[in-house]
């Protein structure tokens, strides 16, 4: 029998693009509410209680963690073919430019 304390579990790296934003609360001072929906990858956010924060002992602010520092889905074709609405046009089925080109 082995009395040797186990290892905490492995925690998972922090991805490169984790990112964060200040989750406010009803006595968040002007301050915060400056950052409201505004990501900041982590190594850039800043600390908690911001400088400006006019009760910094007692600050109600939070961070809350996001994996990846985009908001949502960065092309159309990453909402599933449901972009703007738009095709583009193949211009391969048409004749060439030249007089001697045959299709």
Not at 6 to 29: D, F, G, N, Y
Not at 45 to 72: I, K, N, V, W
Not at 84 to 94: I, P
Request: proline share 11%.
């Amino acid at each position: 029998m082995n009395n040797r304390p186990q290892a905490p579990p492995m925690k998972k790296p922090p991805s490169k693009w984790h990112a964060v934003t200040i989750v406010l609360r009803e006595s968040s001072c002007a301050a915060a509410a400056l950052c409201r929906n505004t990501r900041f990858l982590s190594g850039d956010a800043p600390r908690l209680p911001l400088s400006q924060c006019p009760h910094p002992g007692d600050c109600p602010c939070t961070f809350r963690h996001y994996e990846d520092r985009r908001a949502g889905p960065r092309r159309s074709s990453d909402l599933g073919g449901r972009g703007s609405g738009k095709t583009a046009n193949n211009r391969r089925s048409s004749a060439g430019r030249r007089a001697n080109d045959k299709r």
